[in-house]
């Protein structure tokens, strides 16, 4: 056995601060996603590009032509303005609402969205289908309009 003992290398303070740093830097990395989601949630709804919300004004031009020339009915006017607006969302946001729920809907911020769907579902689903699409044509127009 050796008379002297040679005392243990310590490392330079320098790796420690590196090491220190990395840590932060991988953890940061890790979090951005979260971080993204978090800020664009709280920025609200994003603006709607002028091409798309012409676009779908147009469609729904189309929509009512066709009802007018007999070959939608109420409830078919309003099945088709409810695929409108969910794919409006897809389009404007990138939001896949096809199959969606209200409550869904809601969840994911699209709350305009959501209210549109619900006031189109009676003329969907109900028994007593209204006579006219007028209004089921003016939720659509306000929905895409307003959002």
């Known amino acids: 056995m050796p008379d ?33 989601h978090l800020r664009g949630r709280a920025d609200g709804v994003r603006a709607v590009p002028v091409h798309v919300r012409t676009r779908y004004r147009g469609l ?5 032509s066709r009802y007018r020339a007999g070959d939608l009915t109420t409830k078919t006017t309003a099945q088709e303005l409810s695929a409108l607006l969910r794919d409006f969302a897809a389009e404007a946001w990138g939001a896949k609402a096809k199959h969606m729920t209200q409550r869904e809907m809601r969840e994911a911020g699209l709350a305009p969205l959501a209210d549109g769907v619900a006031r189109l579902y009676a003329a969907e689903f109900e028994r007593d289908v209204p006579e006219t699409a007028a209004r089921e044509l003016e939720v659509a127009r306000e929905v895409i309009t307003r959002w």
């Open 4 to 36: 002297e003992l040679i005392p243990p290398l310590h490392a330079a303070d320098l790796w420690l601060v590196f090491t220190v740093l990395g840590v932060l830097l991988a953890v940061l990395i890790g979090f951005l996603p979260l971080i993204g």
């Open 60 to 64: 729904i031009d189309d929509i009512e």
